[in-house]
């Protein structure tokens, strides 16, 4: 018995295009003219059924032999037609305004469905005083900001001034706490003259 020969690996290749360059080419071009061909006659057929149908709603006007007072009631004719024309007009117009409202609203609360907006995380930027002057302000802004050129200098001996105010301080709290207890309010109560 014949052992089967061991088969070559297949390599992957891109398939052959079965139609040519030249081909495509000349098979987009036709569609263009056919496409072209379409639009013109689907633009002749507007203006066609434009005509037919301004054809049925505007007669043609016959004015020669008519008197004067056939002339204005012809024209109160027309301006009541004209009105009626305006009215549809409008209220088609607030239909199409509400619709695309309506639209609108549902293209948000499509999005809204669709998904959540995640805030992205913010980077801390450490930014001077100078370059955060120079961003708002843009070229208003001239000169450097130190902000340390501006405070207090203190000196040793205003500390130990404090030192000595906070002391007379807790002297102060200590009588009130003392005052605090029944025997103050005692006291307190003598004082008043409540005890007579």
Same mark, same amino acid.
Request: negative net charge.
């Given at each position: 018995m014949l052992a089967p020969k061991p088969m070559a690996p297949k390599v992957l290749s891109e398939p052959k295009p079965k139609i040519s360059a030249s081909r495509k080419l000349s098979l987009k071009i036709l569609l263009l003219q056919r496409a072209m061909e379409d639009l013109e006659q689907e633009k002749i057929k507007r203006d066609e059924e434009k005509v037919r149908y301004l #054809?049925?709603? $505007? &007669? &043609? $006007?016959? $004015?020669? +032999? $008519?008197s004067m007072d056939d002339l204005q009631k012809l024209c109160k004719q027309l301006h009541v037609k004209i009105d009626v024309v305006d009215e549809e007009r409008y209220d088609c117009e607030a239909k199409v305004n509400k619709n695309n409202r309506d639209i609108h609203e549902l293209k948000l609360k499509v999005q809204d469905l669709g998904g959540k907006f995640k805030k992205p995380a913010l980077r801390k930027v450490r930014v001077s005083a100078d370059e955060m002057m120079r961003a708002l302000l843009g070229s208003k802004h001239k000169g450097s900001m130190d902000l340390r050129a501006n405070l207090k200098s203190v000196k040793k001996e205003d500390i130990k001034q404090e030192k000595v105010l906070?002391?007379? /301080? #807790?002297?102060?709290?200590?009588? /009130?706490?003392? *005052?605090? +207890? *029944?025997?103050?309010r005692k006291k307190m109560f003598d004082a008043a003259g409540g005890g007579q």
């Open positions: #054809g049925e709603k $505007l &007669p &043609p $006007l016959q $004015l020669s +032999g $008519l906070t002391t007379e /301080v #807790g002297d102060w709290r200590k009588n /009130v706490e003392a *005052m605090s +207890g *029944m025997e103050g």
